[in-house]
């Protein structure tokens, strides 16, 4: 199967698409569950098709470690390992270079992690990566980045940078030969204000035939700005792990939200199973939701269950944000960039700049000129035409 990416609709920035892999033909925009170690906690691979997910995430550094990726390739690849018949985006290891900093040593070369299991050292190279995941059979694998905390200062962010085009250069020049999908990302983790300007310039920048992966976005208003701005692609723990601990997300739909933004759902309840108030309550965790959960379970079961252990059921992500319609700031900006009309939700304020100026974060514009931003941009561009 030929790996295509064809945009089928738009409005304005947003688009809808289909994204055609070795394994699956994908409908975007699309979230991504994380399952690291080849698993999606509490769930089976078939009750992960009945909601409706078409790629899972894994790991190449938590998969290299253990149980390996030659033994993965021996027994079949992950997809058979794990019998899952869709589609499998590995990450490259580099966020490892930020949750587990205090394990890794960072070169020009690649990155020497300590193994947490036996202390051992493992070198994962941009070469490297890209075989890794090759082994594991991933349909879409990442190139290796070098990754740095949101916090830090100082010219290690341009180290990073520089570096990280020039691992891309050797992640290219390995994936040629290989039946998968390189594809950049732009991460999470900046505060709101400055995170939504990041997303609306790279996708402003990047190519309109390929897809745009915004990694570790998981909670429901910032898939939905996000999806406004154009990007397609999503993942984070946040669902999976809110259910395990016990909470569910509930619709709470805002009447004075704009017709554009009514099917979003982006106003979002909390449901604390937890709590003994739900002991007792024989209603479905959502009347109108037709999952397989809210038809066949009430709270009190559902209260029963994580009371006791840490099963949690995982249903549909997407739901409300406000229940008062006190739209932040940084959302009504995003919604103007994308030329979404939201402003009878926003509260009064200045209108926010739209161009370069506006869109860099004071990070960005703290350590690069206009002149590097663009020269940057431009490169990433050509690396993944």
């Not at 520089?162 to 250069?169: F, G, S």
């Not at 996708?203 to 700005?225: C, F, H, N, Q, S």
């Not at 792990?241 to 997300?249: I, Q």
Request: hydrophobic content about 40%; proline content about 6%; glycine content about 8%.
């Amino acid at each position: 199967m030929a790996l295509r990416f064809e945009v089928l609709g738009r409005f304005n920035r947003a688009r809808a698409a289909k994204l055609t892999l070795p394994h699956f033909i994908c409908q975007t925009p699309l979230f991504m569950p994380v399952g690291t170690q080849g698993t999606i906690k509490g769930l089976t691979t078939n009750q992960l098709e009945e909601i409706g997910c078409q790629i899972i995430l894994g790991n190449t550094y938590h998969l290299e470690l253990r149980p390996g990726s030659d033994l993965i390739d021996e027994l079949g690849g992950l997809h058979k390992i794990m019998n899952w018949p869709r589609a499998l985006l590995t990450d490259s290891g580099g966020f490892q270079m930020v949750s587990l900093l205090h394990l890794a040593d960072i070169t020009e070369k690649g990155v020497t992690f300590q193994s947490p299991v036996d202390g051992k050292p493992m070198l994962l190279t941009p070469e490297q990566s890209i075989e890794i995941q090759n082994r594991i059979g991933a349909d879409i694998i990442m190139a290796l980045d070098d990754v740095v905390k949101t916090t830090i200062t100082g010219p290690r962010i341009e180290e990073a940078m520089y570096r990280t085009l020039r691992w891309i250069d050797r992640c290219i020049a390995e994936i040629y030969a290989l039946e998968a999908w390189l594809t950049a990302i732009c991460l999470g983790g900046e505060d709101k204000d400055s995170f939504w300007r990041v997303v609306a310039q790279c996708t402003a920048a990047l190519p309109e035939d390929k897809p745009r992966y915004v990694m570790g976005v998981g909670y429901p208003l910032d898939i939905v700005v996000c999806s406004a701005l154009g990007a397609d692609m999503y993942d984070c723990v946040y669902p999976t792990r809110t259910a395990r601990f016990g909470t569910a997300l509930v619709p709470e739909l805002v009447k004075t939200l704009p017709n554009a933004l009514r099917g979003c759902n982006m106003n979002m309840g909390i449901l604390k199973l937890k709590q003994n108030a739900m002991a007792n309550d024989v209603r479905p965790i959502d009347p109108s939701c037709m999952c397989m959960v809210c038809k066949n379970y009430s709270r009190a079961y559902l209260h029963s269950l994580v009371t006791k252990d840490a099963m949690g059921f995982v249903r549909e992500f997407l739901k409300n944000m406000f229940p008062k319609g006190d739209v932040p700031e940084w959302v009504c900006n995003a919604m103007e960039v994308a030329g979404i009309d939201i402003t009878a939700c926003c509260s009064p304020f200045s209108a926010p700049k739209i161009g370069l100026e506006a869109l860099a974060t004071p990070k960005i514009q703290q350590h690069f000129s206009q002149k590097n931003i663009h020269s940057l941009l431009s490169s990433i561009d050509q690396k993944l035409k």
